[in-house]
């Protein structure tokens, strides 16, 4: 059973750029879930796809989007990066209303 | 609001002392109660949860955490602490809904004297 998988684990990117990241689910889950953790700061939810839907959504502008595939993994897009966007961004897969498993986080810095 | 409160940012223990980190949630009904610790630069890992049934929970590694509902508390407790042990301690509530969103406190950051 491979666990939550997110890539890449570090990238820097200019403010105005936007950013792709990935998340391959553990095996046999459907949901995946994406927080935002600034530094020093406990993870923010952003939001949550179910079955390729989204699922709910935090106090997140709409230059955060979201795709989940057939496969459930999932990628966050964050469009005209700002320096505040700048975060440890986490996936979290689940079967819905389970325990969520995190992955490693990727590394987000925008100069 | 929704919210949970981590009232120590950071806490310092000796080797083998024991340990208490405080947690207090405000929230509209009964949620789920979660620990997780975090290492350095790494992600998330589940040390416990409680949804229901007896307050007291057991967890990995040795921890333990009591919900008391009166107090809208949640602390977790170790009785011997490893030097391992040191890392950011985050306390999280979810929703007994639909949807799976946690929401965790700024977290602790636990240090460990030799």
């Known amino acids: 059973e491979t666990g939550v998988t997110q890539s890449p684990t570090h990238l820097i990117k200019t403010r105005g750029q936007q950013v792709t990241l990935r998340c391959s689910s553990q095996?046999?889950?459907?949901?995946v879930s994406w927080y935002q953790q600034a530094l020093g700061q406990g993870p923010q939810f952003i939001f949550q796809y179910y079955r390729e839907e989204e699922n709910g959504r935090g106090n997140f502008p709409p230059r955060f989007s979201g795709l989940q595939f057939p496969n459930y993994s999932s990628e966050l897009n964050v469009n005209a990066l700002e320096l505040d966007d700048s975060a440890l961004y986490l996936c979290?897969?689940?079967?819905?209303?389970?325990?969520?498993?995190f992955g490693q986080g990727t590394r987000l810095t925008v100069v | 609001a929704q919210s949970v409160t981590q009232p120590d940012i950071h806490i310092t223990v000796s080797e083998g002392a024991s340990l208490e980190l405080r947690c207090n949630y405000s929230?509209?009904?009964?949620?789920?109660l979660f620990w997780y610790v975090q290492s350095p630069g790494q992600g998330l890992q589940l040390l416990l949860k409680?949804?229901?049934?007896?307050?007291l929970v057991q967890g990995i590694k040795g921890f333990e955490a009591e919900f008391k509902r009166s107090q809208s508390s949640f602390n977790l407790r170790k009785p011997s602490v490893h030097w391992s042990d040191a890392a950011e301690y985050f306390c999280a509530v979810g929703p007994m809904d639909s949807s799976y969103k946690l929401i965790f406190g700024s977290g602790t950051r636990l240090l460990v004297r030799p």
């Open positions: 979290a897969s689940s079967l819905y209303q389970a325990e969520a498993f």
């Open positions: 409680y949804f229901s049934g007896d307050t």
């Open positions: 095996s046999g889950h459907n949901t």
């Open positions: 929230y509209g009904a009964t949620p789920y």
